[in-house]
Nanobody, 121 residues
Framework: QEELVESGGGSVETGGSLRLSCAAS????????MGWFRQAPGKEREGVAA????????YYADSVKGRFTISQDNAKNTVHLQMNSLKPEDTATYYC??????????????WGQGTHVTVSS
């Protein structure tokens, strides 16, 4: 079963923190990045953070640098997104993706169903 499952979304006040997790199973990888993307209502999906699973190199959107951290566990089949100092503009559905390059949305082969993050002002 090819599957990406996100968890950890929820509601938080401005300045709060959330930790998202993505567990991958049954995937065949060619491009060894996993990433987090988000889409707010009425807006296009955008890249948030990505990690090179085989080496650990990370990429971040300018809007989240210094606030969000992407990481992986030792098994390299689970990634996390630690989100600190959250702002209302971070409100979106967050999607985990696998088998792509950096923050390039169109390169990713696998997508989770998304987890909702709401940041109240």
């Amino acid at each position: 079963q090819e599957e990406l499952v996100e968890s950890g979304g929820g509601s938080v006040e401005t300045g709060g923190s959330l930790r998202l997790s993505c567990a991958a199973s049954g995937l065949t990888y060619s491009n060894l990045y996993m990433g987090w993307f988000r889409q707010a209502p009425g807006k296009e999906r955008e890249g948030v953070a990505a990690i090179y699973i085989a080496g650990g190199s990370t990429y971040y959107a300018d809007s989240v640098k210094g606030r969000f951290t992407i990481s992986q566990d030792n098994a390299k089949n689970t990634v996390h997104l630690q989100m600190n100092s959250l702002k209302p503009e971070d409100t979106a559905t967050y999607y985990c993706a696998a088998d792509g390059y950096g923050l390039r949305i169109t390169t990713y082969s696998y997508w989770g169903q998304g987890t909702h993050v709401t940041v109240s002002s």
